[in-house]
């Protein structure tokens, strides 16, 4: 047993390293919060704005000017808006699967990452929003006809047989959820903030965003309690709103689109892009806040496993939609798929294939798994090739029509780039900020698995 003054040094080596003690973990986490924020800081917090800057001014030119700037053709009327939409929406679901459904299988090493997890759901989704939205061409107007409108002939309901108003509650329900989610596991942590904070007015804010919080054991219980609902309510939602966002293709009549194995392949990559989202954002933050020590090779080699399952699913996922099409005879849906990978967009498909599954092979090896730089040049890759596996299923199926004469090349404009470039500005200058000013690891929850030796004290918060 190793004691100092502060207590008895508490130790859990797969989860937590350095030998913290309870005060050290507040300490060390509560830094980026209670300091001048770094140069290191300053900068990404600089480029992300930039970034978001760019991508808010080709917005603004979309609102004066029309859908026109951007690159959509008569076959393809959905374009990188409806791309973003998807990838977006798939990003978010680590989230949901590390907080709620870890959770709930007692998995203690999610408790380095899941605050962060949960943050990233909630920003992606943010993200993910505002392009049905920008579809609409004049949203202030066409918002406005989405909600049921009393006049003379009765009200304008809308069509609750359509997919994509079923996206619309299954989003917004994932979005409440994962946000009510989210702040329920801060709340302990706000309140260890509060009571460090030095200047009255930090004291206020925190104390009203802690909702009176003192630790006591019927606040332990009542938390507990709505923290375990919450985590049931969220854990059905990894699998319903992806498979809700695939039947926008799959129950269309489109070759290349109506395929029942949508739902689990857009479950089953959702979550792969999303765990590789989370290994380039640790990646980040453990570096920049030197949070090595809670956010250890063990946590980032556990999520490359996920990662590595997941695109063994992908991959077959690929290689199934291939045998349906020849299996089920029908030539429309054969010259999909083989247009798909030998035709116009052949570069877009095999730059997702090497991505999505070549690439990732290299988890196979453990030195790799837990090289971190190479685990963090693989998520890159990853979630580019994710990006382009929704470009494909949109752009290659919509291209080329049942008539020759309708055919056409979609390449999203510049425009269109700017706003997707806009989009990452978003997320990272919304994670920043969480980072600041926020808890980036749940504090009470990494105390709760650290191993406390015998016979003696614990540190103090």
């Not at 005060?23 to 209670?34: F, G, H, K, N, Y």
Request: aromatic share 18%.
């Amino acid at each position: 047993m190793t004691t100092t003054t502060q207590g008895v040094r508490l130790e859990r080596t797969d989860l937590v390293t350095g030998h913290k003690t309870y005060s050290d973990v507040t300490r060390d986490i509560c830094a980026p919060l209670e300091s001048f924020p770094t140069k290191t800081f300053y900068i990404a917090f600089a480029i992300s704005l930039t970034i978001l800057g760019i991508g808010l001014t080709a917005w603004g030119i979309t609102l004066w000017y029309g859908l026109g700037m951007w690159g959509l053709t008569n076959t393809n009327a959905w374009g990188s808006d409806i791309i973003n939409f998807v990838f977006w929406i798939g990003i978010g679901h680590a989230g949901t699967l590390i907080s709620a459904v870890l959770y709930l299988f007692r998995q203690n090493w999610r408790t380095g990452i899941n605050r962060a997890a949960e943050a990233m759901t909630i920003f992606a989704v943010i993200c993910a929003l505002m392009y049905p939205l920008g579809h609409t061409g004049r949203p202030w107007l066409a918002a406005y006809w989405l909600l049921p409108y009393p006049n003379n002939m009765g009200p304008l309901w809308v069509n609750f047989r359509s997919p994509l108003l079923w996206d619309v509650f299954a989003v917004s329900t994932y979005f409440t959820i994962s946000l009510v989610f989210w702040y329920i596991g801060l709340v302990p942590d706000l309140a260890t903030v509060r009571d460090r904070a030095v200047h009255p007015l930090r004291r206020k804010i925190y104390g009203i965003l802690s909702l009176g919080w003192k630790g006591a054991g019927r606040h332990w219980h009542h938390y507990e309690k709505a923290y375990g609902i919450l985590a049931g309510l969220s854990a059905p939602l990894v699998l319903s709103v992806h498979t809700i966002v695939s039947f926008d293709f799959a129950v269309s009549l489109l070759p290349g689109w109506h395929t029942t194995i949508f739902p689990p392949y857009f479950v089953a990559g959702a979550i792969f892009s999303g765990f590789a989202m989370v290994v380039t954002l640790m990646v980040i933050a453990r570096e920049v806040f030197h949070l090595k020590n809670y956010i250890t090779l063990n946590h980032l080699e556990a999520m490359n496993k996920i990662t590595m399952c997941t695109v063994m699913l992908v991959g077959l996922a690929y290689a199934t939609e291939f045998f349906v099409a020849w299996y089920s005879g029908n030539k429309y849906e054969q010259y999909a798929f083989l247009n798909r990978a030998f035709g116009p967009y052949a570069w877009a498909y095999w730059t997702m294939v090497t991505c999505n599954v070549v690439i990732p092979q290299l988890f196979w090896f453990k030195r790799f798994r837990r090289h971190v730089p190479m685990m963090f040049i693989v998520s890159v890759f990853v979630n580019i090739g994710m990006w382009f596996e929704r470009f494909v299923i949109v752009a290659t199926s919509l291209h080329r029509d049942f008539l020759p004469s309708s055919w056409d090349y979609y390449l999203p404009s510049v425009t269109d780039w700017f706003i997707t470039l806009g989009s990452f500005g978003l997320f990272f200058t919304l994670f920043l900020l969480f980072c600041r000013f926020l808890p980036v690891v749940a504090m009470a929850e990494v105390k709760s698995v650290m191993k406390t030796s015998n016979g003696g004290t614990h540190g103090g918060h």
